[in-house]
């Protein structure tokens, strides 16, 4: 009997999953998606492929030379994003209360459950269900809470389910690797290694004074994690339509430079509000009003991503179609829609591994310090009156 029950669904190697549904014929083989050049990077491979040690975000060039006879697949985000909806749609109309985690990913509220159903058959019933409806295999973990559901996924990968019952929760993850741990980094596990804490057991017994010594404010929540403990709710799922920034001029300009510098602006911090929420977008539009408050926009349907290299182009060159030269402007505007949820690696197709990795490190800046930690030079230059 649970007092809280947490399930954590994740869809196995969707990607992959998606392409084999597709075309049969690539069931049973080594593939990668990703980008097609050797400069690409992995968004996603088979288990056939992660049996020669091939991984996402790993540099295309390195996983052919690890498995050379792969089959390489650009990717089709159109084909994942309606797969990802028809998952989404079997939960909604199953699930009392779910959060869709990501594109392939979702956690479920069962607490409660057990009183007239059962949480393991209730869990087992939509799984298979999922299966049957989408055709994709979908792995579950099943416990008190997301932290110990998530892990048990990743235990019961490829295509299987892990129940781990009220009370064990500790135990079950003693054993593991601390690698297992979601969201702990590579740093942050080469230095427990360095360490010598090589097991999630040997973490939980570390005080945490120590450990707050050594990792600063993360130290608590790796000895929590450790002692499997996680009071994190289940939010519920609200898919929003779109995001969008303005920016009114004090006076009304035709200063260009300007415009675009704040377009710029507007589109990195857009950009990353996306990567930070998870998702990705297939819309953009522009807006201007002018002086005498006449207003045009004008948006373009583009493939899904939330890199900021990808969106800026589209943004500048849909402001250059709807701006009517010598009207002075009053207010510019950017809006991102059409909105799924992915992590910003899924739309890696053709990015080097140093260009993934900076985007990281200035995300990971911003979301620890805010937006305005780092900003481009360009935006620091003392600023014009309107």
Same mark, same amino acid.
């Given at each position: 009997m649970y007092d809280r029950a947490i399930l954590h669904l994740d869809l196995d190697s969707f990607f992959v999953s998606v392409e084999c549904l597709k075309n049969s014929a690539l069931r049973g083989k080594p593939l990668i998606v990703g980008g097609t050049s050797n400069r690409g990077v992995v968004a996603a491979c088979s288990y056939e492929a992660r049996a020669f040690g091939v991984h996402s975000a790993m540099p295309m060039k390195m996983a052919l030379r690890l498995c050379p006879q792969a089959l390489v697949l650009r990717g089709d985000m159109d084909s994942y994003s309606h797969y990802s909806g028809l998952v989404t749609e079997i939960i909604e109309g199953e699930a009392p209360v779910f959060e869709k985690a990501s594109i392939d990913e979702f956690y479920l509220d069962l607490s409660g459950m057990d009183r007239y159903f059962g949480c393991m058959k209730w869990s087992a019933e939509l799984r298979q269900k999922i299966t049957r409806e989408s055709g994709l295999p979908i792995s579950f973990g099943l416990s008190v809470n997301k932290l110990v559901s998530k892990i048990g996924t990743g235990e019961a990968k490829p295509n299987g389910t892990r129940e781990v019952p009220s009370g064990t929760e500790k135990g079950f993850i003693a054993p593991l690797s601390t690698a297992k741990i979601p969201g702990l980094g590579k740093e942050t596990y080469k230095k427990l290694s360095f360490m010598g804490v090589r097991t999630i057991q040997l973490l939980s017994e570390i005080p945490i004074k120590l450990l707050e010594r050594q990792f600063g404010d993360h130290g608590r929540s790796l000895w929590m994690h450790a002692n499997a403990i996680?009071?994190?709710?289940?939010?519920?799922?609200?898919?929003?339509?779109? $995001?969008?920034?303005?920016?009114?001029?004090?006076?009304?300009?035709?200063?260009?430079?300007?415009?675009?510098?704040?377009? *710029?602006?507007?589109?990195?911090? *857009?950009?990353?509000?996306?990567?930070?929420?998870?998702? *990705?977008?297939?819309?953009?539009?522009?807006? $201007?009003?002018?002086?005498?408050?006449?207003?045009?926009?004008?948006?373009?349907?583009?493939?899904?991503?939330?890199?900021?290299?990808?969106l800026w182009p589209v943004v500048w060159q849909l402001f250059e179609k709807v701006y009517e030269r010598r009207q002075l402007i009053r207010l510019i505007g950017v809006k991102f829609s059409g909105l799924l949820h992915g992590s910003p690696q899924l739309d890696l197709f053709e990015d080097t591994g140093e260009q993934i990795s900076l985007m990281r490190q200035i995300d990971h800046i911003r979301h620890r310090w805010g937006y305005e930690a780092l900003k481009r030079g360009v935006m620091v230059k003392p600023e014009k009156k309107f």
């Amino acid at each position: 009997m649970y007092d809280r029950a947490i399930l954590h669904l994740d869809l196995d190697s969707f990607f992959v999953s998606v392409e084999c549904l597709k075309n049969s014929a690539l069931r049973g083989k080594p593939l990668i998606v990703g980008g097609t050049s050797n400069r690409g990077v992995v968004a996603a491979c088979s288990y056939e492929a992660r049996a020669f040690g091939v991984h996402s975000a790993m540099p295309m060039k390195m996983a052919l030379r690890l498995c050379p006879q792969a089959l390489v697949l650009r990717g089709d985000m159109d084909s994942y994003s309606h797969y990802s909806g028809l998952v989404t749609e079997i939960i909604e109309g199953e699930a009392p209360v779910f959060e869709k985690a990501s594109i392939d990913e979702f956690y479920l509220d069962l607490s409660g459950m057990d009183r007239y159903f059962g949480c393991m058959k209730w869990s087992a019933e939509l799984r298979q269900k999922i299966t049957r409806e989408s055709g994709l295999p979908i792995s579950f973990g099943l416990s008190v809470n997301k932290l110990v559901s998530k892990i048990g996924t990743g235990e019961a990968k490829p295509n299987g389910t892990r129940e781990v019952p009220s009370g064990t929760e500790k135990g079950f993850i003693a054993p593991l690797s601390t690698a297992k741990i979601p969201g702990l980094g590579k740093e942050t596990y080469k230095k427990l290694s360095f360490m010598g804490v090589r097991t999630i057991q040997l973490l939980s017994e570390i005080p945490i004074k120590l450990l707050e010594r050594q990792f600063g404010d993360h130290g608590r929540s790796l000895w929590m994690h450790a002692n499997a403990i996680d009071s994190r709710p289940v939010i519920p799922y609200h898919e929003a339509k779109s $995001i969008s920034k303005e920016r009114t001029f004090e006076q009304d300009t035709l200063d260009l430079g300007r415009i675009r510098t704040m377009l *710029l602006d507007m589109t990195e911090k *857009l950009a990353f509000e996306l990567r930070d929420s998870g998702k *990705l977008c297939s819309v953009v539009t522009v807006k $201007i009003r002018y002086a005498d408050f006449n207003t045009f926009t004008r948006q373009q349907k583009i493939s899904y991503t939330s890199l900021d290299r990808q969106l800026w182009p589209v943004v500048w060159q849909l402001f250059e179609k709807v701006y009517e030269r010598r009207q002075l402007i009053r207010l510019i505007g950017v809006k991102f829609s059409g909105l799924l949820h992915g992590s910003p690696q899924l739309d890696l197709f053709e990015d080097t591994g140093e260009q993934i990795s900076l985007m990281r490190q200035i995300d990971h800046i911003r979301h620890r310090w805010g937006y305005e930690a780092l900003k481009r030079g360009v935006m620091v230059k003392p600023e014009k009156k309107f």
